[in-house]
């Protein structure tokens, strides 16, 4: 029977590896996204809308998954693993720089060096980051936009910058004692009634959450009003500190492992399950403070994302022409091209003509007025002219 059990928490293990169990549900992406289109709008909507082809950030909830299931390889890039569990110290440095951090910074890169700059003279040069993606692959526009939002979630959610190997805390098993109803859940859905809290909080307690919220869920929280005064703030920050700003988010995530998540309260001795001396006690409370803290990084993550595509849409207009479908790299109204040349030669060659035309027109108009009609006009105006007076000048004639 151990031996079973091992073989089981083992293929959930790698099953959740490939699916990002570790991450946000297509739900909670679904939530994110909603949360950064609300502040997405006027000229930026309408480039976004370019680059994804008509649709929009929330048709997408999918895509990070699909890869992540295609590109297993690429299961690194959504993670940025600490080694300090004191949480004095973070770390944001992976081999080949695919990590979370470096993930989001070259995505970002790409995106502002996509198409050509509208407000070039405010734009900063942004250095790309080292970074080496598994699979040779040209990212377009929109994948890099897609990829963009998805890395940016994961940095917001806790268990994505989880302690690395034994300290990890996703990986510990989830005592469900005394809620029955949740524990015969995770026994139909993952096949265990100790399951690991980052399958447990993916695969079971947010879709239930999500049920059991149904109304409110789907209200009109995910919107960056939620922030209230905050989201100024955050975007004067992201404003002033630019890429840097991706490691302050990343931070602050981390920081959430070592208070905010779990308290020493929650963790109780396990010894029931190989592997594991501990296991994370789920209890009311813990219930009510992973519900408040998961929506609360999900209104907190759709926002800054709308930070940063409305940064990047604000700086470049990336779009694509319409007869060939190829990136736009340069501006059209500044590009001097051979159709330009040829319109600008026809008109010199039409206002040539209408001047020659102009010019024909006076000539013979003047030649008319010689002929025909300039002895008429003399003779009609000399008729009202005064006959000239001659004085009497006597005639001296000769005697005979």
């Known amino acids: 029977m151990r031996v079973w059990y091992i073989v089981c928490a083992s293929v959930i293990t790698f099953l959740a590896q490939i699916s990002g169990v570790y991450g946000w549900n297509e739900l909670c992406r679904e939530a994110i996204e909603s949360t950064a289109m609300s502040a997405i709008t006027y000229m930026r909507l309408r480039r976004l809308k370019v680059i994804l082809k008509g649709s929009d950030l929330v048709d997408y909830t999918w895509w990070g998954d699909e890869v992540l299931k295609r590109i297993p390889e690429s299961y ?6 600490q080694t300090d569990t004191t949480c004095s110290s973070y770390n944001f440095t992976c081999e080949n720089g695919l990590c979370l951090v470096s993930g989001v910074r070259y995505f970002f890169y790409l995106l502002m060096n996509a198409g050509y700059a509208i407000n070039d003279s405010t734009q900063p040069n942004f250095q790309q980051p080292e970074f080496k993606y598994p699979k040779d692959i ?10 963009l939002v998805v890395l940016i979630s994961d940095l ?4 994505h910058l989880d302690f690395k190997g034994a300290d990890s805390i996703g990986n510990l098993p989830v005592d469900l004692t005394d809620f029955p109803v949740w524990k015969e859940m995770a ?3 993952l096949g265990t009634y100790a399951p690991s809290l980052s399958a447990f909080i993916r695969e079971v307690y947010m879709p239930e959450y999500i049920r059991m919220n149904e109304n409110a869920w789907y209200g009109s929280w995910t ?10 703030t955050e975007l004067e ?3 002033r500190k630019l890429t840097d700003t991706f490691e302050v988010w990343a931070v602050e995530t981390a920081s959430l492992n070592c ?6 309260d929650d963790v109780v001795p396990m010894n029931s399950i190989p592997g594991f001396t501990h296991a994370i006690k789920f209890t009311q409370e813990l219930d009510e403070r992973l519900g408040y803290l998961l929506r609360f990084q999900i209104v907190l993550a759709g926002a800054r994302i709308a930070i940063v595509i409305n940064y990047i849409l604000t700086h470049r207009e990336i779009s694509y022409n319409e007869k060939t479908g190829l990136l736009i790299e340069k501006d059209p109204a500044k590009e001097f091209t051979w159709e330009t040349l040829l319109f600008c030669f026809l008109f010199l060659i039409f206002l040539s003509f209408l001047v020659a035309l102009i010019v024909v027109f006076v000539v013979v108009s003047r030649m008319l007025y010689k002929q025909c009609l300039e002895e008429k006009f003399r003779n ?3 008729k009202f002219k005064r006959p000239r007076s001659h004085r009497y000048s006597p005639i001296n004639r000769l005697p005979e």
């Open 76 to 81: 690194p890039l959504h993670y940025q693993f």
């Open 138 to 147: 040209k990212f377009s526009p929109s994948d890099c936009l897609k990829y």
């Open 156 to 159: 917001h959610h806790p268990l």
């Open 187 to 189: 026994m139909e859905i």
């Open 223 to 232: 919107h960056v009003a939620t922030l209230g005064s905050r989201y100024t």
């Open 237 to 239: 920050l992201f404003n």
């Open 259 to 264: 208070s905010t998540l779990f308290s020493r």
């Open 380 to 382: 009609f105006f000399a």
